[in-house]
């Protein structure tokens, strides 16, 4: 049984040894994330060379998902890297403070607007919410708190307020050079950090374009106001991802869950790719097995319908890159023999729109209903192969296409799998034929069989798939 669930892995200095991506491909990474909030493009553009290279190797399409780094706000430097904080202590966040001077009694701020962006009676959260403060009074540039509760606080921690409320642009200056990086890494989508709104999306777009690129937008959901905008981001973006720490965070810990199934239930309704993120497996980064609530966070990602799982440090700078993604494949495995994970109601009362759209749904609703070994879908653009993934099926999904960079975009597609096909005829029977060769030659299928094809007629126009067909292996022919 081929898994449906995709597994995406964060590249880094775990994974530099082609040695180890060899492993990791094995495994079952079906795409690898470059974080631009370490190293240097120079640095991604060569991983981005090996995973190719190593991928083309083992005869993969592997899909790359360029991570900009956005406006992470982190407290500053420490005089000694660390301090001790004591509940009902006084500490101040100061803008004005030298990056380097902080200790037990202030701190600087990379972001300078922090202070016009609080008031008393806010509550910030340092370090994933491991430090509380609670602002008492603000002065000019200072934010004068009242440590709620303390702990250990080092160097560079990141900075949340909760409920959100933080105007930081989505869009840095170095994301906009980092954009034109994966324009030229030609990366198959890239990732916004902490969008606010459907506008901070469609500025991705426009600058990818700009570029030169054309992978897909993905909306990292880490902001409380991205919650409130939901339908609106999902609906300009091709991918939303649930990054789960800065997200959890803002919005606590307890409203993350039904706020990760809602999410999940939207992106599919509004036939949108979903990424389900953030310390899946992250006691795997040092440990060789994960934790049981670790594997019951995997599978119910699977069983609530997430395209893709993600690993960060697990595979970024981990001990076992490799040992972890081999347990998250095993986990969606057994995650999506459930029926829950095969069966779906998606759309069966709403109307279609597009031609495409109701043959895709056409060939799942009979997918489901026949004992049908494989699907087999001719696209150009990959948008049929989309469709068809919204629908919880047992049947593998094949996109048949000749452009690379579909066949790379739909690494990300629950279900669905690239094959490289060159279309060698202008007639439509012939090319089915050929298809369904195709599928033999690589044993997704044999004699006696059932296979449903889509195709669209005229042949290769993107958006035209207008065609399906129900055939067996074998006693299918051109001349049909």
């Given amino acids: ?67 900009l780094q956005g406006p992470k706000i982190r407290i500053a430097r420490f005089k000694n890297k660390r301090i001790q904080l004591e509940e009902g202590q006084r500490f101040v966040i100061d803008a004005d403070l030298p990056s380097k001077d902080g200790d037990e009694n202030h701190v600087g701020v990379t972001y300078k607007a922090l202070p016009q962006d609080v008031a008393r009676g806010a509550t910030l959260l340092l370090d994933d919410g491991r430090i509380v403060l609670w602002v008492d009074e603000v002065n000019g540039n200072q934010i004068v708190c009242r440590v709620v509760v303390g702990g250990e606080l080092s160097d560079n921690k990141g900075v949340n307020r909760q409920g959100g409320g933080l105007s930081a642009e989505a869009l840095t200056d170095k994301d906009r050079e980092d954009i034109k990086w994966a324009a030229k890494l030609q990366a198959d989508y890239l990732a916004i950090s902490f969008p606010r709104n459907a506008q901070d999306v469609e500025e991705a777009r426009v600058l990818l374009r700009a570029a030169g690129g054309s992978g897909g937008i993905c909306a990292k959901i880490e902001r409380a106001e991205a919650v409130e905008a939901i339908e609106d981001i999902i609906r300009v973006s091709d991918v939303v991802m649930l990054a789960r720490g800065d997200l959890g965070v803002e919005i606590g810990d307890a409203a993350l869950p039904p706020v990760q199934k809602r999410i999940i239930r939207l992106a599919r309704k509004m036939n949108k790719v979903v990424i389900t993120a953030t310390q899946m497996m992250e006691s795997m980064i040092e440990n060789a097995i994960p934790t049981r609530a670790e594997v019951s966070d995997v599978a119910n990602a699977v069983l609530d319908g997430t395209d893709a799982v993600m690993l960060s440090a697990e595979t970024a700078t981990g001990k076992h890159p490799v040992a972890a993604v081999a347990a998250m494949d095993r986990v969606c495995r057994e995650a999506e023999k459930e029926d829950e ?93 050929e298809a369904i060769d195709e599928l033999r030659r690589r044993g997704a299928v044999r004699d006696g069989d059932l296979v449903i094809l889509s195709i669209g007629e005229p042949l290769a126009k993107p958006g035209g798939t207008n065609t399906m067909k129900i055939v067996r292996v074998g006693e299918f022919a051109a001349s049909d």
């Fill in 341 to 433: 994970a095969v069966y779906s109601m998606h759309r069966m009362s709403n109307h279609f729109e597009r031609v495409d759209e109701a043959i895709a749904m056409a060939v799942m609703y009979s997918a489901n209903h026949l004992p049908v070994r494989a699907i087999a879908a001719l696209t150009e653009s990959g948008s049929t192969p989309l469709w068809m993934s919204r629908i919880s099926s047992a049947v593998p999904i094949y996109a048949l296409t000749p452009h690379v960079e579909t066949r790379r975009k739909v690494t990300l597609y629950r279900g669905v799998y690239p094959v490289g096909f060159s279309l060698t005829s202008s007639d439509p029977m012939q090319i089915m034929t």
């Fill in 1 to 67: 049984m081929q898994r449906r669930t995709k597994i995406v892995a964060t590249l880094g200095p775990a994974t530099d040894d082609p040695k180890v991506l060899d492993k990791l491909i094995v495994a079952g990474v079906d795409v690898v994330r470059l974080n631009f909030s370490h190293d240097l493009p120079e640095v991604h553009a060569h991983r981005v060379e090996m995973i190719r290279d190593r991928a083309n190797a083992h005869g993969r399409q592997i899909g790359v998902l360029v991570d």
